[in-house]
């Protein structure tokens, strides 16, 4: 399998004495390639968190998190970095994932940068194209579009680092269902063309039955009873534009 | 709550007014700050100590005359200036620098760290300085370097503080989270991403920190516990205190300092705060690190004044007595661009109208991140009435001005909004309504239920006060039987053991229970009229169902809800209106609607649910005949409707820009585009079922 | 209550911090220990007299000890009111202090409660309307009056007074039904310096307030803008104007001791003075804790209050620190 979440343990400091809250307990779960994985659940229960994890941006108390049998925590910096780097994340806001002083450009150009990898112009207009814009909108602030571009456009700064798997947290759930529409639409274009698999948290039943292959509550994901696992080998995909 | 201080002082105007960039603003600065700069240049001044004859007044040579020593007072006015100056920028830089470092250490690491630096910073902050610095200086040698490092010592903890909570909030921003998905190293995330955000707001605390330490400065000086080989401003009226000059009315020697004092921390006091409120404390309105860690959605309207201010302008103020729709063709503000005037008589006897809208338009002008100013037309032309009996459900998306409908229709539009057209309320012109009117009218007669998004609920009240208030202000029961009262109805929305949970805060209830107690906030009144705006956001599927349930048993003369939710709409409504950018498409009886929909934006909707499988590949299209007919612009056209164009580079799409923002907003995406569709087309009426659409033009 | 431990322990180390600037100050600077102890002037005297004497001398008070073992009995003396003795006014530190520190907290007390009843008050009312006409009035005088320092205004009433013969130029009243006469030009000095500050404190918060979404709800309910204003927007700008009230103190405290030295009024600010022209180190290091103490005190009375105020923190749900 893709990606593996073994009994991770996650909770925060609550408070001035840090009494630590569990969010999420001995939480299980297993990602095959080219497929979406649903996490459901309401608000408040751990859904972000768990995306946190998953994507490398905070640390789980304890388990592991495997990318093709591997630990994303394990390795010095540099091994850990890559590996960071196959599991991207799009965030429920649009607005605040770009910083508001950069243009889109160079928001789009910010992973290239960060791998020091060089991205030509034609590169960028084909992620962009990709994700169906032109290439008019780079020259703009995050403050001058659209919920429905700026979604699009985040896509397009992760397809520049050709990640394996994407967590979208509630991608849609500030877009107008129209907006959702073409997006979710987008999604599944992109899955079939490159592959990618998607963790894909919302709240929304309708939207998680016609986007995944399999959902999972979140609740249940914390009993260990309901481990789910499927396993299929999966090639390792490296960062080529 | 952000760190207080008397930052935004000058702040009289909305928020947003006086967003500048780095350049304008590093000018400002530098222009004020020069004449201060150029006196350092004079601290040292020979002629500032030589001797003549004391106790000259202001003559010949002697600009301000001498004082009790014989030193001309002019030459040591400058001399101290520059002392003065210089102790003033030193200590602030100190102290600037040691805050900044130790505020990023403290809020990017956390841990150990953080509660160090933060423990400590506490401690100095109890400290009272000039206590300090007399201790100070009586056990060391007196000097201005003392007093330097002394101030610095005490000032470092309010910019450590600073630094350290915007550090916290921006570190969780979904734009830092994601460089940090990637892998960005620290210094990436620091340098890169929050201290340009924070840079500005270091600038400003640096330079009230000159000012304050100035003022500091000066206070030790005047006691004698300064360098006594230096003059500084402050001792200068140590010597006018010690020499009697006060007394003795020597106006020449206490003034020029005090004057020169004042006049410098005035300065830098403006500069910090004008710097503070440009970017510090209040980003652009479009930025998402607007306020406070939030993340809004779009630009919120800013809420008018509690006091005094005068309710929102209209333009058109003419005085109807009529009741009859008139289209105002001496106005022309008041009619949308090219659109035909709907001359419609009212399809229902005027006594059982509650509310009828007529032509209402509402603008915005706002100033974006590139200083642009911009109007935003929220609504445009919006003809409505609400009818004795109806359910309605306005649907439409962010943006369509839904939200703004019924901040008209309640008389809560703010200060900056713009209004055109009319509306009646029961007959009667709201426009012409006092203040005390309107409140009167919100407390007995219309209900409204705003969205639960962010602080709906005054976090500091007990929910239950909060849902009595309306009774107790205005129908004077006592704080008791609120809460019994309160208890009642917040069980009624189907919150469990509601007698213990109505002392409970709002934020010790999750999003979904704060929903109902706005629910239950709206109900308290028996009011004839509700409005609801989006009673369903963010609520799980379970919580939904309870909402609806409670909107079905609702016994009210009329109730209209704004919502996305479809479901919600289906279930609820017998009128359904749908909305997009501030325009009225559709209005419709709710079967019809829902099983054929006239406009195509509709029907677009209604595929695009999840539930039908958002399998209809039309909404897909971006391809459509519009942009055949116009290749220049492909990137989809989900932007704002916007007056006063884009700033392209593109000439040819820019015309395109403005002439489509005249026609059907729906066009660039519309199946059906034709080309009449550049101009509006009017609400055409199919007996009950009205459509805003060339492809219908055919109706009554 | 974990809320309140913690800031209780805050403000215990912060007095802790104090007892430990004051040694080392005693301790650490150059120069025989001794003289900081004794005052210059005690020190002066003891040089005269035989070794065996001032041998003696150091025995009484430690100074042959561990610097540890001093430090404890340091603390433990303070602790029991024992601050050292001027050699300088002949008494015990504590004594000389006590009235002098009465005659500071006079003129400090009611000028914190007014300053912060006017300053509020007119900041809420100034914040509710921005751009009207008690913004456009007061803001400008407020700013005006916070950039002077407090001793400036202080002089300029001093000029005032001589010119008009009304009040007394300073110092202390003779006769106990003076008292207000003597009081009122320092005290209006910090009243409306103080004032101004707090002012722009509680506008600022207000303003910040108003855009929040409950204002919008409770207009909605038809409230008048009265309630709205004092009822729901000043009560949650009050737990961090009170915050800012309390640090402020200290900045009072401080800005009083000047104001003090203009009127000659006979209170901490005086005393500091003249201890600090006869280096009588024992009067200034026992003045200095004890001021520190009083602001570490109203600190923690603010935060106390803060905790009834504001009911996220009751419930331990502190928000953004």
Same mark, same amino acid.
């Given at each position: ?241 | ?203 400003? $605390? ?35 205190f010690?020499?009697a000059?006060l007394i003795n009315g ?24 004008? #710097? ?12 998402? #690190? ?95 009435? #609400? ?8 649907? %439409?998306?962010?943006?369509?001005? $839904? ?7 309640? %008389? ?41 998004? %962010? ?8 929910? %239950? ?149 958002? #399998? ?85 | ?153 202080g002089l300029f009433l001093l000029i005032l007074a001589f010119h008009v013969d009304a009040l007394p130029m300073g110092g202390m009243p003779s006769?106990?039904?003076d008292?207000?006469l003597y009081m009122m030009m320092p005290?209006g000095v ?69 104001v003090e030295m203009v009127f000659s009024w ?56």
């Amino acid at each position: 399998m893709l990606l593996e979440i073994n009994n991770v343990d996650k909770g925060y400091g609550h408070g001035r004495f840090h009494k630590k809250v569990c969010v999420l307990e001995n939480v299980s779960l297993t990602l095959d390639k080219g497929k979406t994985v649903g996490i459901m659940g309401d608000s408040g229960k751990g859904k972000t968190t768990l995306g946190l994890l998953m994507a490398g941006v905070i640390r789980p108390d304890k388990g592991r998190i495997l990318l093709n049998g591997q630990d994303i925590w394990a390795g010095s910096r540099k091994e850990r970095d890559k590996k960071k780097a196959q599991i991207q994340m799009v965030f429920q806001h649009p607005e605040a994932a770009f910083n508001p002083r950069w243009t889109m450009e160079q928001s789009v150009r910010e992973p290239c940068h960060i791998y020091k990898i060089s991205l030509s112009p034609q590169d960028i207009a084909d992620k962009m194209a990709r994700v169906g814009l032109g290439t008019k909108l780079l020259k703009r602030y995050p403050s001058q579009l659209s919920g429905g571009e700026l979604q699009r456009i985040a896509l397009a700064r992760l397809l520049t680092i050709s990640p394996s798997v994407i967590v979208l947290d509630e991608p849609t759930s500030m877009l107008d269902v129209i907006t959702q529409a073409k997006i979710i639409r987008l999604l599944m274009e992109i899955q079939e063309n490159t592959g990618i698999s998607f963790i894909f948290i919302t709240h929304d039943r309708e939207l998680a039955r016609v986007m995944c292959h399999e959902t999972h509550d979140i609740g249940d994901l914390s009993l260990p009873s309901s481990r789910v696992e499927i396993r299929i080998a999966a090639e390792e995909q490296t960062l080529d534009l | 709550m952000a760190f207080l201080t008397p930052a935004s002082v000058l702040e009289t105007g909305p928020m947003n007014k006086h967003s500048r960039n780095w350049k304008e603003g590093a000018l400002i600065l530098m222009a004020a700050a020069l004449p201060g700069v150029s006196i350092l240049f004079f601290k040292n001044m020979d002629i500032a100590n030589a001797l003549f004859s004391p106790w000259l007044p202001p003559g010949d040579g002697h600009l301000l005359g001498t004082n009790d020593v014989g030193q001309d007072i002019f030459f040591q006015l400058i001399s101290a200036g520059g002392r003065s100056l210089m102790v003033g920028m030193a200590a602030a830089l100190t102290a600037t620098l040691v805050g900044t470092l130790t505020g990023c250490v403290a809020g990017y690491y956390r841990g150990i760290a953080d509660r160090v630096i933060m423990g400590l910073a506490d401690i100095f902050l109890l400290i009272p300085d000039i206590p300090l610095v007399i201790v100070l200086v009586s056990f060391f040698e007196p000097g201005l370097f003392n007093v330097i490092i002394v101030i610095a010592m005490t000032s470092w903890p309010g910019t450590a503080r600073v630094v350290r909570s915007r550090m916290l909030k921006i570190k969780e921003y979904p734009f830092v989270l994601n460089a940090r998905s990637l892998g960005a190293g620290d210094g990436h995330i620091i340098f890169k991403h929050i201290l340009p955000h924070t840079g500005e707001l270091i600038l400003a $605390k640096a330079t009230l920190a000159v000012a304050s330490a100035m003022l500091t400065e000066t206070g030790i000086s005047f006691l004698g516990l300064g360098d006594p080989c230096q003059v500084t401003w402050g001792s200068m009226l140590h010597g006018v205190f010690a020499g009697a000059g006060l007394i003795n009315g020597y106006w020449w020697w206490y003034l020029p300092p005090v004057l020169c004092i004042s006049v410098t921390v005035m300065g830098f006091n403006l500069a910090g705060f004008y #710097l503070q409120k440009g970017w510090g404390g209040n980003f652009p309105a479009d930025s998402p #690190l607007n306020r406070q860690g939030q993340i809004p959605g779009k630009t919120h309207p800013e809420v008018p004044a509690l006091t005094g201010i005068n309710p929102p302008v209209l333009i058109n103020n003419k005085d109807t007595q009529t009741l009859a729709p008139e289209p105002d063709t001496l106005n022309p503000i008041s009619k949308p661009h090219n659109q035909a005037p709907d001359t419609q008589p009212p399809s229902f006897p005027l006594d059982r109208q509650i509310f009828r809208i007529l032509n209402l338009g509402v603008e915005f002008g706002i100033e974006c991140e590139t200083n642009q100013k911009k109007t935003i037309k929220a609504l445009d032309g919006v003809n409505l009435s #609400l009818v004795k009996g109806d359910r309605m459900a306005i649907i %439409g998306e962010s943006g369509s001005g $839904k939200s703004i409908l019924f901040l008209a229709m309640l %008389g809560l539009l703010p200060y900056n909004a713009r209004m055109s057209g009319e509306v009646f309320f029961r007959g009667k012109r709201m426009a012409s309504f006092s203040r005390k009117h309107y409140q009167h009218i919100r407390a007995w007669d219309i209900a409204y239920v705003p969205q639960g998004a %962010g602080n709906a609920l005054n976090p500091v009240i007990k929910v %239950g006060h909060q849902i009595s208030e309306r009774m107790r202000i205005h129908g004077s029961i006592s704080k008791k039987k609120g809460m019994v009262m309160a208890a009642r109805l917040l069980g009624q929305t189907g919150i469990t053991n509601s007698h213990q949970r109505v002392h409970y805060y709002p934020h010790q209830f999750s999003g979904g229970m704060n929903q109902r107690v706005l629910l239950a906030m709206a109900l308290a009144g028996e009011n004839s009229v509700l409005l609801a705006d989006e009673p369903t956001k963010g609520l799980d599927d379970k919580t939904k169902e309870d909402v609806l349930n409670i909107f079905l048993k609702l016994n009210r003369e009329a109730v209209a809800v704004v919502t996305h939710d479809l479901w919600f709409a289906r279930q609820f409504a017998k009128t359904i209106v749908v909305m997009y950018k501030g325009i009225i498409l559709e209005q419709a009886p709710a079967d019809s609607f829902f099983t054929a929909p006239y406009h195509p934006y509709s029907k677009a909707l209604l595929n695009a649910l999840p539930s039908q499988g958002i #399998l209809n590949p039309v909404i897909m299209s971006s391809h459509n005949r519009y942009a055949e007919t116009d290749p220049g612009d492909k990137h989809g056209g989900d932007s704002y409707r916007i007056d006063g164009g884009d700033d392209d580079d593109d000439d040819r799409s820019n015309k395109k820009n403005k002439e489509i923002s005249r026609g059907c907003p729906w066009a660039r995406e519309c199946e059906e585009f034709h080309d009449r569709c550049r101009h509006m087309p009017r609400l055409f009426s199919h007996n009950i079922h009205k459509v805003r659409c060339w492809c219908h033009a055919a109706g009554n | 209550m974990k809320h309140m431990t913690a800031a209780f322990c805050q403000y215990v180390l912060a007095l802790l911090a104090v007892l430990a600037l004051n040694f080392l100050l005693i301790h650490m600077m150059p120069g025989d220990p001794l003289v900081h102890i004794l005052g210059e002037e005690g020190y002066y005297q003891m040089t005269r007299q035989p070794p065996a004497y001032i041998e003696k001398i150091r025995e009484t008070y430690q100074l042959n000890d561990s610097l540890l073992k001093q430090f404890l009995t340091h603390i433990s003396r303070a602790l029991q009111g024992d601050l050292g003795w001027s050699h300088h006014h002949g008494r015990a530190v504590i004594k000389i202090i006590y009235p002098r520190m009465g005659w500071t907290l006079l003129l400090l007390i009611p000028s914190v409660i007014i300053s912060t009843m006017a300053g509020g008050i007119l900041g809420a009312l100034a914040g509710g309307s921005p751009r009207g006409w008690m913004d456009r009035i007061l803001t400008p005088f407020f700013l005006l009056i916070y950039s002077i320092p407090g001793y400036c205004l202080g002089l300029f009433l001093l000029i005032l007074a001589f010119h008009v013969d009304a009040l007394p130029m300073g110092g202390m009243p003779s006769v106990k039904t003076d008292m207000a006469l003597y009081m009122m030009m320092p005290m209006g000095v910090l009243v409306l310096h103080s004032t101004a500050y707090k002012y722009m404190i509680m506008k600022n918060a207000v303003i910040q307030e108003i855009h929040e979404a409950y204002v919008m709800t409770a207009r909605s309910k038809g409230l008048y803008d009265r309630d709205i204003l004092f009822t729901h927007v000043v009560k949650n700008a009050l737990p961090p104007f009170i915050t800012v009230v309390a640090m402020h103190f200290g900045f009072m405290m401080g800005g009083s001791l000047v104001v003090e030295m203009v009127f000659s009024w006979q209170g901490m600010g005086t005393l500091i003075y003249d201890a600090v022209i006869s280096r009588d180190y024992p009067l200034i290091s026992g003045s200095f804790m004890i001021i520190c103490a009083s602001v570490i005190l109203a600190n923690a009375l603010a935060d106390v209050i803060h905790g009834v105020l504001d009911p996220r923190i009751r419930s331990g749900n502190r928000s953004n620190e």
